[in-house]
Nanobody
Framework: QLAESGGALLPPGGSLRLSCAPS????????LGWYRQAPGKQREVVAR???????KYADSVQGRFTISRDNAKNLVYLQMNNLKPEDTAVYYCHQLGTLAWGQGTQVTVSS
């Protein structure tokens, strides 16, 4: 199981960092992804970090979001900058190649 934290309500242009922590396992050297689901829309991939630490981003967040891993703390982060209203969604952490998902954390970008 995974646990996300860090969701909040903030205005456009703001920054936020989400965290994902495992329960009973370690992320290294597995891959981890951040996904999001907005109301009425399908869940979509936002960012992924692979076992070799390569990263991939959705076009919509490229240059604004950064996924990173802290192996010592066994945490994975999603740094989100210059947030836009269309970033509003529930953000989920997912361990790639497994059925492990977090419960989600709400991010709302609104003035």
């Amino acid at each position: 199981q995974l646990a996300e934290s860090g969701g909040a309500l903030l205005p456009p242009g703001g920054s936020l960092r989400l965290s994902c922590a495992p329960s009973g396992t370690t992320f290294a050297p597995l891959g981890l992804g951040w996904y999001r689901q907005a109301p009425g829309k399908q869940r979509e991939v936002v960012a992924r970090i692979f076992p070799d630490d390569n990263t991939k981003y959705a076009d919509s967040v490229q240059g604004r979001f950064t996924i990173s891993r802290d192996n010592a703390k066994n945490l994975v982060y999603l740094q989100m900058n210059n947030l836009k209203p269309e970033d509003t969604a529930v953000y989920y952490c997912h361990q790639l190649g497994t059925l492990a998902w977090g419960q989600g954390t709400q991010v709302t970008v609104s003035s």
